[in-house]
């Protein structure tokens, strides 16, 4: 069923039309009259008319973003718009991403949050961490580690037992040698070449350091369809690398059959860094830098999208004004790593500004309200 007023014939829109009445026939099963149903994102939006004839307040939430307006977004706006118009209620992450043509309408703005007790984020104990890492080649075994195992959502306790994929490694890192990471999809936008690239190129301030890449399986993601390509590329990439700069640069797709598992890799991955980077070409919000912060890490990340809102360069960590600069890059990346002192207080500063404003309770009062607004109007 397509919108009144929608103008897209082609035929990705009748696609986009005929999965979204599919899903909706699954859906009107579980949803009554009064029910207040969030959407999340543009593969949800051609929901939006179906749930309200069942008589279900809709809100629609929008995860992605961006502070430009060019003939991209414009194109993207016409296309979402008549599926969206009769929404009762509209959350973007930043005021910067509503469009202008839902002025007078009722829009919050909230922004994502992160859950501490989840697998990903809850305390890890520094010799599981290590002994994580090394279970899947990304340190040399020390003396210090622990088991590889972890206590589950359920309480049962789990153990590390799937081995990354496509894994591009020449050496483990030593136990004692600074690791820079960068957790992230395998996505242009999020720059991985790029801080490969700058790693290559650095001067003698990383000489110390190791480099870990660190991605989804590329086979696990259905949703992102250049992740391979993206992948192969890094991976051609550090192919070709020196040896002495490949010895020191690894790269790892983590297995995502059990996102419980994958959560906590990707924990221990975190905890264990010097610094964690996300020199992210353009970013909507960008969770992954709230991860690292909580867990006091320093972070250099690009400023742009939700990151600024998320951290003021120098006190929550580094703000790269332009993530395309490599040098600028590797130089602002060497200073934590030889300062200790500055490394400790970024990371304290960080984990005091996710305290405050990015934990999941803050985001439940909020969205709570807004239910309350939408069930009464």
Avoid at 61 to 69: E, I, L, M, W
Wanted: aromatic letters at 6%; glycine letters at 10%; a positive charge.
């Amino acid at each position: 069923m397509t919108p009144p007023g929608h103008h897209s014939t082609g035929a990705g829109a009748r696609h986009y039309a005929a999965v979204c009445e599919a899903n909706a026939r699954t859906l009107l099963s579980a949803v009554r009259p009064g029910d207040v149903v969030t959407l999340h994102d543009p593969q949800a939006a051609g929901l939006v008319t179906h749930l309200q004839r069942a008589g279900a307040r809709v809100i629609w939430r929008c995860h992605v973003g961006t502070d430009a307006r060019n003939g991209y977004t414009e194109r993207a706006w016409a296309f979402l718009r008549p599926w969206l118009e009769t929404a009762d209620a509209y959350v973007f992450s930043r005021a910067q991403y509503v469009p202008g043509w839902l002025a007078g309408r009722p829009v919050a703005v909230i922004r994502p949050s992160i859950d501490p007790l989840s697998a990903r984020n809850r305390p890890l104990a520094p010799s599981t961490a290590s002994a994580i890492l090394s279970r899947i080649g990304l340190r040399a075994p020390a003396d210090r580690d622990g088991p590889a195992i972890y206590r589950r959502g359920d309480g049962s306790m789990g153990r590390i037992q799937r081995d990354p994929t496509c894994v591009c490694s020449a050496s483990l890192p030593p136990a004692d040698a600074p690791l820079i990471v960068q957790v992230s999809r395998w996505d242009p936008l999020k720059d991985m070449a790029g801080v490969l690239t700058s790693f290559a190129d650095a001067g003698g301030g990383l000489d110390s350091t190791h480099l870990a890449l660190v991605g989804p399986d590329v086979h696990g993601v259905v949703d992102d369809p250049e992740s391979g390509r993206v992948f192969a590329e890094c991976a051609a990439l550090w192919h070709r690398l020196a040896d002495r700069v490949r010895i020191r640069a690894h790269l790892a797709c983590l297995p995502m059959a059990d996102a419980e598992e994958n959560a906590m890799i990707v924990n221990a991955v975190q905890r264990s860094a010097a610094v964690v980077s996300q020199k992210s070409l353009a970013e909507g919000f960008g969770l992954t830098v709230t991860e690292a912060m909580w867990k006091g890490r320093p972070v250099i990340a690009s400023a742009g999208g939700g990151i600024r809102d998320q951290m003021e360069h120098g006190l929550h960590g580094i703000l790269l004004d332009d993530p395309r600069d490599g040098a600028s890059f590797a130089a602002q990346t060497s200073s934590p790593v030889a300062d200790r002192y500055l490394a400790n207080a970024l990371g304290a500063g960080a984990r005091r500004r996710v305290r405050e404003g990015f934990l999941d309770d803050r985001q439940l009062l909020q969205q709570t309200s807004l239910y309350r607004d939408v069930a009464r109007a």
